[in-house]
């Protein structure tokens, strides 16, 4: 009963932070879209960012193997906050799907 006088808005939020935090990657300072699988479209999509953010996310990702063959993990205030954690490489990974699947269909359909 208690519950139904808290907003939507701050549930979701708080729920969102909670599973955030407990997924793990950002206490090694990892972002989202560093842990898509590479497959062709993601591979096609990092060709589509400039060169800064893919030496940014392969920093990162180095870091991050560095950390676990050590066992260790950020401090805290080094984590990835998920305020701070941009969708970077998933706009772009939708367009290439996009673009694969109309070219799926014209070449199915022609």
């Known amino acids: 009963m208690a519950v139904s006088f808290v907003p939507k808005r701050f549930m979701s939020s708080a729920l969102q ?5 407990l997924s793990g990657f950002n206490k090694y300072g ?4 560093d842990l898509l699988d590479e497959t062709d479209d993601v591979k096609e999509a990092l060709k589509r960012v400039p060169q800064d953010v893919i030496d940014q996310r392969n920093f990162r990702i180095l870091r991050a193997a560095q950390l676990s063959i050590q066992k260790d993990i950020l401090p805290k205030d ?9 969708l970077y490489l998933t706009p772009h990974v939708e367009d290439v799907a996009r673009e694969r699947q ?8 022609y």
């Open 17 to 21: 932070r909670f599973a955030y935090n």
């Open 30 to 33: 990892l972002h989202r879209d």
């Open 78 to 86: 080094q984590w990835t906050k998920l305020e701070d954690d941009k």
């Open 102 to 109: 109309e070219r799926e269909d014209w070449n199915k359909n």
